[in-house]
């Protein structure tokens, strides 16, 4: 019974992703992994070029980018924080890289919605997407910019 509810709770949700996602292919067995926003890379790639003008001010993401108020996120997508050399992060940032912090998607989700939840302390002030599907798809976004995750799992 609760399996029947959860399968077709997956299958509804992997139904959206389908019809929704236009540049990453989505899987049946992705979607039966939930939760799938916290995992895997859901979003649209192409909306979320539209919500990375909201980071603009601060960021610039292609390689080789210069660093503004914060760094260059060529990149960013799975590696660990603190991932670029030449940008002065915070010291609390700087903690959490030593004790082997990674930007998983998860952890980039929670971030980008409210980054003191992640780093207390730290020094990007920046209200947050309150919308999950803005961070799924700036989170797409910048997977097309290089970084861990953004390669095949191995
Ligand atoms: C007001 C400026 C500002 C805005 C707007 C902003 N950021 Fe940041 N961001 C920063 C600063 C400053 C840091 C460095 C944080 C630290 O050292 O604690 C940072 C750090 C980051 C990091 C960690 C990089 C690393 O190598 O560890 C990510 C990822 C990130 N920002 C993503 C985003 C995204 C995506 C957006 C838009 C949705 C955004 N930021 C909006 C200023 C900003």
Not at 45 to 70: D, I, L, M, S, Y
Not at 120 to 127: D, H, L, N, T, Y
Request: proline share 6%.
């Amino acid at each position: 019974m609760l399996k029947t509810t959860s399968f077709l709770a997956a299958t509804a949700a992997f139904a959206m992703t389908a019809v929704m996602a236009t540049t990453w292919q989505v899987t049946p067995a992705m979607a039966e992994d939930a939760p799938v926003a916290a995992t895997e890379i859901t979003g649209d790639a192409a909306k979320g070029k539209r919500v990375f003008n909201r980071c603009k001010a601060c960021h610039t993401v292609e390689e080789g980018g210069p660093n503004r108020v914060g760094p260059n996120l060529y990149g960013v997508v799975g590696a660990e924080f603190g991932h670029i050399e030449g940008y002065k992060f915070s010291p609390a940032l700087m903690e959490l890289k030593a004790e082997g912090k990674v930007w998983d998607v998860a952890t980039l989700d929670a971030y980008l919605k409210q980054p003191k939840d992640v780093i207390p302390g730290g020094s990007m002030a920046f209200v947050g997407l309150r919308k999950d599907s803005d961070r799924a798809d700036v989170i797409a976004y910048l997977a097309t910019f290089g970084g861990p995750e953004a390669a095949p799992a191995e």
